[in-house]
């Protein structure tokens, strides 16, 4: 089973940039998606971007197309969100996550599919 760990979260101002981290370890599979949903207080997890297994595809939520950008490194073993221009309504705790779904799918369904995996979360505030 792999597992996922969240960093680079924080308190930021509004139009400030955070770069947050998932690293993953054990049973990993360099064919997984990897991405990033967020929950803010009060509302359900939603999709904010994913990229595929070859880093060839890319799919972002509008509310942050043009501001984030998801990459990863196979050497690492890491996925990375950039994140930029940050505004209040992106304040979250943001999850990193990995399935075999394409990130169409991710973006589409705004969910994992069976045997998706979740890491802990990190807390990202942004105030105005």
């Known amino acids: 089973q792999v597992q996922l760990v969240e960093s680079g979260g924080g308190l930021v101002r509004t139009g400030d940039a955070l770069k947050l981290s998932c690293v993953t370890s054990?049973?990993?599979?360099?064919?997984?998606?990897m991405g990033w949903f967020r929950q803010s207080p009060g509302k359900e997890r939603e999709f904010v971007a994913a990229?595929?297994?070859?880093?060839?595809?890319?799919e972002y939520a509008d509310s942050v197309k043009d501001r984030f950008t998801i990459s990863r490194v196979y050497a690492e073993n890491t996925v990375y969100l950039q994140m930029d221009s940050l505004k209040p309504e992106d304040t979250a705790v943001y999850y990193c996550?990995?399935?075999?779904?394409?990130?169409?799918?991710?973006?589409?369904?705004?969910?994992?599919?069976?045997?998706?995996?979740w890491g802990q979360g990190t807390q990202v505030t942004v105030s105005s």
């Open positions: 990229i595929s297994w070859s880093g060839g595809s890319t």
């Open positions: 054990g049973r990993t599979s360099s064919t997984y998606t």
């Open positions: 996550a990995a399935d075999f779904q394409s990130p169409w799918t991710w973006s589409t369904r705004g969910e994992l599919g069976t045997g998706g995996v």
